[in-house]
């Protein structure tokens, strides 16, 4: 696919992030919601006072405009030129137009930075420019030494649940099961969606998860690797939510400091958490285990499959794995609370009903499991990972 995914959303006529900021208030509840994000990201926003930030794919300027309220000169990198009105527009009504440095209208690859940066932020999109390698290699030729890049991206792993609800509604197509679009999708999974607070219609939701055509694995990023890569274009890991730094570890802060261990170390912790990132509960591996990785990567492989085609042998498949998982989980093989490890069970079976539901073809049921069964309702995933690295 030759598609980015700015033209995805050109050609649904829409711009997916505008959320239409008319007074100081409702700018200051959003610019709330950020400080917290990039607290957690042990992000301070005296970082950003009097700094040059580089945002690529701003899309209509809503991050960037609080980072321009909190003192930074920001220059936008958005290939969509039909954006670039809402982002003048947000920049005018809030009196910080002095704060807009420069509009550029090229994707990541094509830009060519006249000047280095202090922070680059690139949310949402990155993950599709491929190969990581590519992007990597861009951000550090747009940063100041020490520099910080921001990335967020959607992982392998925590994505499993955004690809099951693409095979289930798949599945109910390939039954007879309404003609496909917001109906079908709405009769499968309002109650789910109503079930968390949100800002949007699930109409939106559709467009960015079921009719999406980059929530497919094979753009999905896995966190070891993306580590790896990083290392190996000069960054080091600042910080990332979920966590990818070992938060057990015991060590002396004034010990010698190698890049490479630290960045192994990290690697080995994002190994220990590939099941926490699939459930979206702690669910801590004792040690990297290659057999959990391994199953893990193939039942993603599998739900993924799901999406083009409908197999009961590979549903069978995807069911016997999860009876592994299970039965490992009840062994006590992880690190977790007597309520997570009990909520990861209960999570797992939910799943292994979903799969055996879909491999017998069996669409009324699977409808009334996706409306009223709590556990799928209440689950979905860790998709959408942060990362933030320093270049070296």
Known sequence: MTEKMYEYYAKQDVQPTYADFSSDAELSRYAQLRKNVFFRLSLPL?????????EFGPDTGENSIVFAQWGARVTLVEPNAE???YIRQYFSRFSLESNLTEIVTKSVLDFEPARQYDFVDAEGFI???QPTSAWVSKLH???????IALVTYVEKYGSFMELLLKAIYQTALRHGQGEGGIETARHLFLPKWNSIAHTRKIESWFMDVIQNPFVRMKYFI???QLLREMHAGHFRLYSAWPNYK??????????EYRAGDDNEAAIAYIEQSRLSHVLSTQCLLPAPSPA???QLAELVGIVDGLIDNASETNCLRAVAI???LIAFLAAGNIIASPEDAAKARTILTMIKTAMTLMGQGKVDELTTFCREDSVFIATWGMPNHHGVFQKL
């Open 246 to 255: 070992d938060v057990l570890a015991m060590n002396w802060i004034k010990g």
């Open 141 to 147: 030729e747009c940063l100041k030494p020490d520099g």
């Open 127 to 129: 993950y599709t420019v």
């Open 222 to 224: 896995d966190p070891a």
């Open 46 to 54: 005296a970082l950003f006072q009097g700094k040059e930030v580089l």
């Open 83 to 85: 954006a670039h009105p």
């Open 292 to 294: 959990i990785s391994s």
């Open 322 to 324: 999860l009876d592994e």
